[in-house]
């Protein structure tokens, strides 16, 4: 199983950026995929999460209307677009995926991180 992220680097406030993960050795399909973040101190937080056909999908209250999470099941790939980012949303990214994708507990998989740096 690997969960590879890609697409971080640094972004200026105002700015976007895409980040992918890319999954392989599982059915990607079948999992519900989320993205979490942790910042320097402090805990890893739920960022996103898109259900496994695409039609739901959850963002935390400080991304809403920013980011924009969506998944491509023919590419084995889940997408955040980041749009408009701000200083505070400089984190490692993680992509996560879950077997049981109504309760989000259970069988999970996890990519290793992509930094994202907001900076001028």
Do not use: H
């Not at 599982?26 to 402090?42: E, I, L, V």
């Not at 805990?43 to 980011?67: C, H, N, P, W």
């Amino acid at each position: 199983v690997q969960l590879v992220e890609s697409g971080g680097g640094l972004v200026q406030p105002g700015g976007s950026l895409r980040l992918s993960c890319a999954a392989s050795g599982f059915t990607f399909s079948s999992y519900g995929m989320s993205w979490y973040r942790q910042a320097p101190g402090k805990e890893r937080e739920l960022v996103a999460r898109i259900s496994t056909g695409g039609g739901r999908t959850t963002y935390a209250d400080s991304v809403k209307g920013r980011f924009f999470i969506s998944r491509d099941n023919a590419k084995n790939t889940v997408y955040l677009q980041m749009n408009s980012p701000k200083p505070e949303d400089t984190a490692v990214y993680y992509c996560k995926a879950d077997v049981d994708s109504v309760t989000w507990t259970g069988r999970s998989y996890w990519g290793q991180g992509t930094q994202v740096t907001v900076s001028s």
